[in-house]
DNA sequence: TATAATGCCGCATGG
DNA sequence: CGGCATTATA
């Protein structure tokens, strides 16, 4: 206990309490910076201390970079040998763990089963979709994916999809056979002994709700529980540790509401905002003390965040020295805005601050691009993270595929996958022949594969050798997978299938040399795999397979020069900490996304907890930026300036007052296009979205006075430098207003715009009746402004608003 | 059957 | 623009 009373004095009083209190249910709402993991990693070395032995303790994580991070720091306080004991790691890993020892429960799976990535999905719901005669434009292959994930997440199972609310959905939308796509695809992991990432929620909730048994003994095991993030759980994983935790609930839930940020794979935020109505003899604890950022920045973020509605209430602070204030930059492009962050981090270096104390942030992957352009142009050595999974490229889920086959010979993704690569004869005619036998036989296609003997003269006999020459290699992979260790084996099938020399034919050196490099690394990884595994048991191909099926990076900093500026978007950011952060693309249908639907407030609040996400991931300055004009598929697009920059207090802020208004009179949006050049290009119209040149129109959704309607315009004037309406002069004087009301858009006859005159009442789609206070500009650049009764005054390009005079 | 050429479509966010 | 799927051609 000793040990114990050190432990508690590097902790702060309420913190302190939140690890004591080990018994019950019991939330911890802990602030960004707050010391959330110290006091998740410290409430387990208590439990251990009192005596509670490591296998009775379940941590929940949702990244494995989390579950490593909690491990390593609890085996620095009581040592490997106990923490390795504990039962700590993702939700899917864990889940997933559990579904391999209970698979006797779960009809038609085995141990095996493959755990399919989103790809898999995709390519399987394709050719489901195929199969069925379905319209492949009507029903898109992603967009069925998201449903049925959507569906899962609910818990809504594919027999159980017709007549639900989904199915009423699909069926306005067009896409009444969606319930059979469901359907079919859920028979096809069954008969493929597949699992996608929701099947290892959604089958664990199955299996511990159907089988009392099963449940109690997970019951008697995890006696404590700890989850991290709570406020990201969706329903299932809410569903699972309310079962788990019963009788005693003994659990601790922690997490942040002002962070949630995963409601588009059904994180329910309600889920930590009802926990008090859920466990009513819970215990709080408010962790509100910010360690991590400047009282500046903590300040900033909070005046941002309490726009929201729907939080907890909680008042974050810092004791951090005062700190910068934030820094607004404009740019004209987008890549003008990569060249002005590299500049300012050049600057920071010059001024003694290393690459890695720097991180950029954007909302989009597809913005890493034009950002690492810039590092190199300006020479700053930089990482994008995540850009593309390390496990995503395509001569790592060749070989992957491989070992999926091998573990599972029903997996038929992974066997089309390779049947005929590297290339082998094994043509399409031939897969096609096969694919047929085993649908008429209601075989699988591996099954038909080792009875091709038995086909008489369907084949050539030089294919049927083929064929069976491919059987005969992945049987004696498949039979020496329990002997050979992970490593060894895989170094075999690298060699024996020719993947190497396949990629010298396909490739230029270079690149082919880049892909090699690739396989080396899997291999690589897969030896240090066998030499860090303690259990003799656990260094087979099976097991290496559950670990990497479920990373979705690997770790390369090791060797690498780790002084670089790292780039990813806010989502991969969460959890991670900066000296200097860098937040660019901070426009309107960007961040916020163009997809979120304005008039959604849920919607608009979780847009808005991101850029919160994103301010607190600094610690000493933040660097907002925004372009006006933007590329998009190689279309010049315009852009505003996002709303949430005006809603951060001015107080905390540099840069607010000087952002580009557009308006009439200061032509700095002309001057833009006309030095760009860009604009008077043609361009093209895809999809409804518009860009610059047959209409010169722009997409942007205006400036602040005109966000409500920001969805991508199209406008038919050739001038476009007035199409922004000037900010308010006090941007959250009426912010209440925006957020509470949610106005229906009103039917707008427009008066003839030569009609409005000042002193006039009129009425706007958005916002509402107002009266004119001044007309001014001439010609098409006509603006007015109008004291909204609801919204204050806005300035609004006359030939865009669509007024309708109001009769007294 | 293998490769080159063309065409289409996508940009949320992630385990 | 760029990746991927389908089609055209040898």
Redesign the pocket.
């Known amino acids: 206990m000793e040990q114990m009373d050190d432990i508690f004095s590097g902790l702060n009083d309420r913190q302190s309490e939140a690890v004591r209190n080990v018994d019950g249910p019991c939330l911890v709402i802990a602030g960004a910076g707050s010391g959330k993991t110290r006091v998740l990693t410290y409430r387990i070395a208590y439990l251990l201390s009192l005596g509670v032995p490591a296998y009775n303790i379940l941590a929940l994580t949702?990244?494995?970079?989390a579950a490593a991070e909690m491990k390593e720091r609890i085996s620095r306080l009581v040592g490997e040998d106990v923490a390795r004991n504990l039962k700590m790691g993702?939700?899917?890993?864990i889940f997933a763990k559990i579904l391999r020892m209970e698979s006797a429960a779960l009809p038609g799976y085995d141990s095996n089963f493959t755990i399919l990535d989103?790809d898999d999905v995709k390519?399987q719901i394709?050719q489901i979709i195929?199969s069925l005669n379905l319209d492949k434009?009507t029903y898109?292959a992603?967009k069925i994916a998201?449903i049925i994930?959507k569906a899962k997440n609910d818990m809504i199972l594919s027999e159980n999809y017709e007549g639900s609310s989904m199915w009423q959905l699909d069926r306005m939308n067009g896409m009444p056979a969606v319930a059979s796509v469901y359907k079919e695809y859920s028979q096809t992991c069954r008969k493929t002994n597949s699992m996608d990432?929701?099947d290892l929620?959604l089958l664990t909730k199955l299996l511990f709700s159907m089988n009392p048994a099963v449940l109690e003994k997970y019951q008697r095991l995890f006696r404590y529980i700890l989850v991290d993030e709570y406020q990201d759980t969706n329903s299932c994983q809410y569903q699972i540790i309310r079962m788990l935790a019963h009788p005693d609930n003994n659990l601790c839930v922690v997490g942040d509401d002002a962070q949630s940020?995963?409601s588009?794979?059904g994180a329910k935020i309600e889920n930590i905002l009802n926990f008090s109505k859920d466990y009513p003899s819970y215990k709080l604890f408010k962790l509100e003390q910010n360690y991590r950022s400047t009282q500046m920045i903590v300040n900033a973020a909070n005046s941002l965040i309490m726009k929201n509605k729907r939080q907890i209430p909680k008042k974050t602070f810092s004791e951090q020295e005062c700190g910068e204030k934030i820094k607004i930059v404009e740019t004209p492009t987008d890549a003008e805005e990569g060249i002005r962050v590299a500049t300012m981090i050049s600057s920071l270096i010059d001024n003694g601050e290393q690459y890695s104390d720097c991180a950029i942030l954007y909302?989009?992957?597809?913005q890493s691009r034009i950002l690492e352009e810039a590092m190199h142009k300006k020479r700053i050595p930089c990482k994008i993270v995540?850009g593309m999974s390390f496990f995503q490229r395509?001569e790592i889920k060749d070989l992957v595929s491989y070992v999926r086959v091998i573990i599972n010979p029903q997996d038929e993704l992974a066997l089309m996958r390779i049947i005929?690569y590297p290339?082998r004869?094994?043509?399409?005619?031939?897969v096609e022949k096969l694919t047929t036998l085993a649908k008429n036989y209601n075989l699988g296609l591996w099954d038909v594969m080792c009875q091709v003997e038995r086909t008489g003269s369907l084949f050539p006999t030089a294919?049927k050798t083929k064929i069976l020459g491919f059987v005969a290699l992945m049987q004696e992979f498949m039979a020496s997978r329990q002997e050979a260790d992970a490593y060894s084996l895989l170094n075999r099938i690298v060699e024996k299938i020719g993947i190497r020399e396949a990629l010298q034919?396909e490739y230029t050196h270079e690149e082919a040399h880049e892909r090699e490099q690739n396989i080396l690394e899997l291999l690589n990884g897969a030896k240090e795999f066998v030499e860090d595994e303690l259990d003799p048991e656990s260094i087979y191909l099976h097991n290496y397979m559950e670990k990497i099926a479920?990373l979705?990076?690997i770790d390369e900093e090791d060797t690498e020069n780790p002084n670089k500026v790292l780039l990813?978007?806010v989502?991969?950011a969460k959890g991670l900490e900066f000296k200097h952060c860098f937040i660019v693309g901070m426009e309107e249908n960007l961040f916020p996304?163009?997809?979120?639907d304005s008039a959604s407030e849920r919607?608009m609040e979780?847009?808005r907890r991101?850029f919160y996400v994103a301010l607190t991931r600094a610690k000493q300055t933040v660097t907002i930026s925004y372009a006006l004009t933007r590329r998009?598929?190689?279309d010049l697009i315009a852009s505003a300036p996002s709303r949430f920059l005006s809603e951060l207090d001015e107080e905390y802020v540099d840069g607010l007052k000087k952002m580009s208004r557009f308006d009439a009179d200061t032509q700095s949006f002309g001057d833009y296009s006309a030095r760009q050049g860009g604009f008077s290009s043609y361009g093209t119209q895809?999809?409804g979205q518009t860009s610059f040149g047959e209409h010169n129109s722009f997409r942007s959704g205006g400036s602040f006075g005109q966000y409500g309607a920001s969805k991508p315009q199209q406008f038919s004037s050739p001038t476009r430098n007035t199409g922004f309406s000037s900010a308010p002069e006090k941007p959250f004087a009426h912010y209440g207003e925006n957020t509470q009301k949610q106005q229906q858009p009103q039917t707008i006859i427009p008066s003839n715009p030569n009609d409005i005159a000042v002193g006039q009442r009129v009425l706007h789609a958005k916002f509402g009746v107002g009266t004119v206070k001044e007309k001014m500009g001439e010609d098409a650049n006509m603006a007015v402004i109008i004291a909204f009764n609801n919204w204050g005054e806005k300035k609004l390009l006359l030939k865009f608003a669509k007024l309708q005079i109001v009769e007294n």
């Open positions: 949702f990244t494995n970079k993702t939700f899917h890993s989103t390519k394709t195929t434009d898109k992603s998201s994930s990432f929701d929620l940020i995963y588009f794979r909302r989009t992957n597809a995540k395509k005929n290339a004869s094994i043509g399409s005619t031939t294919t034919k479920l979705t990076d990813m978007t989502h991969a996304s163009l997809q979120v919607e979780e847009e991101l998009k598929w190689g895809r999809r």
